[in-house]
């Protein structure tokens, strides 16, 4: 591994990236991050509050479209790599609000940061993205998404996201831009903003309000603990070759209506509390990980069990109700759209 000492984080305050600065500045001392965040609504600088005095740690607010501001930041800052979490992730704002700010952020910010990868000649860039880009599996059928599987993304969100991963390989194979492309399943943990499915039954379950689920709330997803995903970045940034494509799951799949069962049993509310509505537009039906590869090749695989994580997640949020509220406070001006699988709840 090269000598790699500053690290641009973009969309590190993020829930994922502040879970992963965390875990680095812990794990490497001797690193330096930047974390560079438009903050957004989702993004919260409070989840770094805990390490904002490290001296290893230092915050830029800017946007990654901004491509003067990213190069000054490179220039000032001495970054020799770029780990990308930034992105418009919300499915129901691409579907009911609207899709230009996920393909300026997604595609066009994407872009910003491999042409500052190219001029700059930096060690190494992962752009982190969803298995949403491969589509839907449907339920029972034997098959999982490798990274092999042909793109087919059925929302905006997932559109733009297959948008920047093409642009990553486009500039590896135009280009040679060192650059490496991760498909992860859905995380779940701490500092997550509460539109997502988890954290959102779970601020609903605290004050004993229904939980409500799209369609007959079977959709499945594979839940990964948000530090198994870390360490797998990590892993990437360390050893994985540039213009490769690694899948990260959990081989954890659970429908929508199971994980909500989970949660009311924690707070020992009764199956009357989840409420059904009508399923949302192009509601992938399952998506499944085949993660063999970052296994085989990094010597990766998932180590939180389910149980455990999501209790431990559960415990988390119950005991930071100011977390909670200090951001739901700061955005009560946003419609609150719900994501991954619960239904808008328009204010």
């Not at 001392?29 to 230092?58: F, H, W």
């Not at 098959?143 to 093409?166: H, I, Q, S, W």
């Not at 594979?222 to 081989?251: C, S, T």
């Amino acid at each position: 591994m090269a000598e790699t000492k500053n690290i641009l984080v973009c969309g590190g305050a993020g829930f994922i990236g502040s879970n992963f600065i965390r875990y680095m500045l812990q794990k490497h001392p001797d690193y330096r991050i930047v974390n560079y965040d438009k903050l957004t609504y989702a993004g919260n600088i409070d989840n770094l509050k805990d390490i904002e005095s490290l001296p290893n740690y230092k915050f830029i607010q800017g946007d990654i479209v901004d491509a003067h501001k990213i190069d000054e930041t490179i220039k000032n800052e001495g970054i020799d790599s770029i780990i990308n979490f930034a992105a418009e992730t919300h499915v129901d704002r691409s579907i009911h609000i609207g899709s230009r700010e996920f393909v300026m952020t997604n595609v066009l910010g994407v872009q910003t940061l491999l042409d500052a990868t190219r001029r700059y000649n930096l060690w190494k860039m992962i752009n982190i993205s969803t298995d949403e880009v491969y589509g839907t599996l449907q339920i029972g059928e034997d098959r999982l998404f490798t990274e092999e599987t042909p793109f087919e993304p059925n929302v905006p969100y997932a559109a733009a996201k297959a948008g920047g991963d093409m642009l990553c390989r486009a500039y590896f194979h135009t280009f040679q831009v060192p650059v490496i492309v991760s498909h992860c399943s859905n995380n779940y943990g701490p500092y997550q903003f509460p539109e997502k499915l988890i954290p959102f039954f779970v601020t609903k379950a605290m004050k004993g309000e229904k939980l409500t689920l799209y369609g007959d709330g079977k959709n499945i997803r594979d839940w990964i603990y948000v530090l198994d995903h870390a360490r797998a970045i990590e892993l990437m940034f360390e050893k994985g070759q540039p213009g490769e494509v690694y899948n990260i799951g959990a081989d954890n799949e659970l429908n929508n209506l199971q994980i909500a069962d989970i949660i009311l049993k924690q707070f020992n509310l009764p199956n009357d509390h989840i409420e059904f509505i009508e399923d949302r537009p192009g509601h992938d039906r399952r998506y499944g990980i085949d993660f063999s590869k970052i296994e085989r090749e990094l010597g990766w695989k998932p180590t939180y069990s389910f149980e455990e994580a999501v209790k431990e997640t559960i415990d988390w949020y119950s005991k930071n109700p100011e977390w909670v509220h200090n951001v739901l406070e700061r955005n009560k001006h946003i419609n609150e759209y719900t994501d991954h699988e619960s239904p808008i709840q328009k204010a």
